[in-house]
């Protein structure tokens, strides 16, 4: 299994009178199609990590690759644009845009890539039919469940097919039926190849996957298998 995503020696520190060691050298691999939990509780480093990881920021020492590519070694432009062709988010809360419907809303992800505008609704149809949404692809979010919300904003960021996908407690807003649904798709998705972060303090929902990486005081303190998970 290649990897796709290489920390090593990762510390990050934020500067002031007093710095704050967000992480302290941290170091693993995640491989092509994996489904991951990152948890922790707060202040762990979790989302220091997933910024990290998603190029929104740089560490102050170490190396970090993505699909192959050094993130510490590129100018911002070169981050944005792997970000935009490697990555795709999805995030506790859906963030979608409340007057556009479903399909309209997953086509937001593909605005910038210089399409036709039938070739975003055909991606964004495929999308949205990926996560079941097919039939409401003409609704907007208010006319919408949480859950299917969620599935939304989980095919804006299947659209643009990326390699890795990053999820900040997907299901932290959900009640436990939709939470079991969508962890459900994310494995599913993953089953198909597309590497899935997911970052949680939910046990319950770490418990889903096969590798979990524990986090605490912004050290990896504990790199576990679940026998049997996906």
């Not at 710095?19 to 762990?44: C, K, N, Q, W, Y």
């Not at 605490?216 to 790199?223: A, I, N, P, S, T």
């Amino acid at each position: 299994m290649s990897a796709v995503v290489e920390l090593a020696g990762v510390s990050k520190t934020y500067g002031g009178a007093v710095p704050v060691h967000a992480l302290r050298d941290v170091s693993f691999t995640i491989g092509a199609g994996e489904l991951v939990s990152i948890i922790g509780p707060s202040g762990s480093g979790k989302s220091t990590l997933l910024g990290l990881l998603g190029c929104l920021d740089l560490p102050t020492d170490g190396l970090i690759r993505i699909s192959g590519v050094e993130t510490t070694r590129l100018n911002d432009a070169a981050r944005s644009r792997l970000r935009q062709e490697t990555l795709g988010f999805i995030f506790q809360q859906f963030h979608l845009i409340p007057f556009l419907s479903a399909r309209r809303n997953v086509e937001t992800a593909l605005l910038f890539r210089g399409m036709k505008g039938r070739d975003r609704r055909d991606i964004a149809g495929w999308a949205l039919g990926r996560v079941g949404l097919s039939h409401r692809a003409d609704h907007r979010p208010n006319q919408l469940s949480g859950g299917e919300q969620q599935r939304v904003a989980i095919a804006r960021a299947l659209a643009s097919e990326p390699a890795i996908l990053l999820a900040d407690e997907p299901t932290g807003n959900l009640d436990t039926e939709n939470a079991t649904a969508i962890l459900g798709l994310l494995e599913s998705i993953s089953a198909d190849g597309t590497t899935v972060v997911l970052v949680t303090h939910d046990l319950s929902i770490a418990g889903r996957t096969k590798r979990q990486l524990h986090m605490r005081d912004g050290q990896l303190r504990e790199e576990a298998v679940v026998a049997g998970a996906r």
